[in-house]
Nanobody
Framework: QVQIVESGGGRVQPGGSLRLSCVVS????????MTWYRKASGKEREPVAT????????NYADSVKGRFTISRDNAKTTVYLQMNNLKPDDTAVYYC?????WGQGTQVIVSS
């Protein structure tokens, strides 16, 4: 059974930083690309960043390029999202997803 647990969210002021973590179990983690998504209130869930199986290839939504960094540690079956220079528009629930499985999400609130 695939289990996904996200953590690291919180409330920060604009310009602040957060590091999200996502621990995955129940599959061969190193064989799958991993994606962070987010869902803001009243909006559809959208992909934010994707990392390849080995971590060498990453892709980002235009809205977060230059501010967010996705990485992974296959030994720890964990994918990270470092978020810098956060903006109010980044406020959302952030999810980790693979093969149609999702975690419970972690809330990020960017507000002064």
């Amino acid at each position: 059974q695939v289990q996904i647990v996200e953590s690291g969210g919180g409330r920060v002021q604009p310009g602040g930083s957060l590091r999200l973590s996502c621990v995955v179990s129940g599959l061969t983690f190193s064989e799958y690309a991993m994606t962070w998504y987010r869902k803001a209130s009243g909006k559809e869930r959208e992909p934010v960043a994707t990392v390849s199986t080995g971590g060498g290839v990453t892709n980002y939504a235009d809205s977060v390029k230059g501010r967010f960094t996705i990485s992974r540690d296959n030994a720890k079956t964990t994918v990270y999202l470092q978020m810098n220079n956060l903006k109010p528009d980044d406020t959302a629930v952030y999810y980790c997803g693979v093969l149609g499985y999702w975690g419970q999400g972690t809330q990020v609130i960017v507000s002064s």
